[in-house]
C-alpha cells in the first residue's frame, strides 16, 4: 500500500554523504544498540528474562533493563509469533557480536517501562498521568511491537548506503528480510484484532503511533499504520513505487530517543546508545 502523501521517488537518506566518515563498524554497533533494545523487549515477553550477561558485554557503558515482564498471552498464536520473534532478535545480538568481535559495544541502559508511557502518552492512547504496560495484556504487547518493528526495517534500509563491505551488506539485508517479516507478522495481527482497549480499535490505534513517529523523526509523512485514510488494510507500508521507506540513524534515533531535536539519550536509553553514532537528528 501506498502512502498518501509518500513522493514517487525513494526519501534520500540523510546520512548517505557521510558513508565516508562512519565505519562499517560503526553502523553495526548502532544496528546492535538496536538489536539490544529489540531482544530485551521480546524475551522479558515470552521468558520474563532478558539476554544472558555473556551477551550484553563489549565497550561503552555497561547498564542495565528497568522494566518488562512476561506476557500472559491470550491466543496461542500470538503467543508463537513473539517466541519466533524473540529467537530471531536474539540471535541477531549474536550475528552482530561475533561480526564485531571485540569491538562490539556492550548493552546500554533499556528502559522498557517509562518509555512507552511516553510514547503512548505523545500518540494519545493514554491520557497524561496514565501509564501503558506494554507488557499487561496481548494487546499492549503487540502494539509496543509495532512500534519498535517498523523503526528495524526502515534503520537497516537507511544503514544500507553507509555500508562497504559486501559480506556485512549482505548480512544487514538479510537482517533487514527478517525485520520485514516481523514487521508484517505484528501489523497483520493488529489489522485483525477487533476490540480495543483505549477507546478505539487497534488498527486505529496504530495510526495514532504512526503520526507520532512521523511527527518525532522530521517533516516527512511517510509512516504509516495498519489501515490507510479509507480504512483499508495497509500491511505494507510502501511509497508510490511499492519501496519500503528509509530512516537515516538521526531519524531512528529521534524516535528511540523519543524527541525531534538533536540528543544524545533519551526515551528507551536514558543514557543513550554506545558506539561512535550516537545522536539524534535536529527538525
Known amino acids: 500500500m501506498t502512502a498518501g502523501s509518500a513522493a514517487a521517488s525513494p526519501r534520500p537518506v540523510r546520512e548517505a554523504a557521510e558513508s565516508a566518515q562512519i565505519s562499517d563498524g560503526a553502523v553495526l554497533n548502532f544496528a546492535l544498540n ?55 532478535e536474539k540471535a541477531h545480538v549474536a550475528f552482530l557480536r561475533g561480526a564485531l568481535g571485540s569491538a562490539a559495544v556492550s548493552r546500554p541502559q533499556i528502559d522498557l517501562q517509562s518509555s512507552f508511557t511516553a510514547a503512548a502518552q505523545a500518540a494519545g492512547l493514554v491520557k497524561k498521568g496514565h501509564t501503558f504496560d506494554a507488557f499487561a495484556c496481548e494487546e499492549n504487547f503487540l502494539l509496543a511491537a509495532f512500534l519498535f518493528e517498523d523503526v528495524g526495517v526502515t534503520a537497516y534500509k537507511g544503514a544500507a548506503p553507509l555500508i562497504s563491505n559486501k559480506t556485512y551488506l549482505e548480512a544487514a539485508a538479510g537482517i533487514l528480510a527478517v525485520e520485514a517479516y516481523h514487521a508484517g507478522n505484528i501489523r497483520t495481527a493488529l489489522y485483525e484484532r477487533g476490540g480495543g482497549l483505549f477507546g478505539m480499535n487497534s488498527r486505529e490505534a496504530t495510526v495514532k503511533l504512526s503520526d507520532a513517529r512521523d511527527s518525532l523523526d522530521g517533516p516527512g509523512d511517510d509512516d504509516q499504520g495498519v489501515i490507510d485514510d479509507r480504512g483499508n488494510a495497509n500491511i505494507v507500508p510502501a511509497d508510490a513505487n511499492g519501496i519500503a521507506y528509509s530512516r537515516s540513524p538521526g531519524q531512528v534515533l529521534n524516535i528511540v530517543y523519543l524527541t525531534s531535536k538533536a540528543a544524545t539519550s533519551g526515551g528507551f536509553f536514558p543514557k543513550g546508545v554506545n558506539g561512535t553514532v550516537n545522536t539524534s537528528a535536529a527538525h
Open 34 to 88: 538496536l538489536e539490544y533494545l529489540e531482544a530485551e523487549f521480546y524475551l522479558h515477553a515470552v521468558t520474563g528474562r532478558g539476554l544472558p550477561d555473556s551477551m550484553t558485554t563489549g565497550t561503552g557503558a555497561q547498564g542495565g533493563v528497568t522494566g518488562g515482564r512476561a506476557v500472559r498471552f491470550e491466543t496461542k498464536a500470538a503467543r508463537q509469533y513473539a517466541h519466533e520473534i524473540a529467537g530471531d
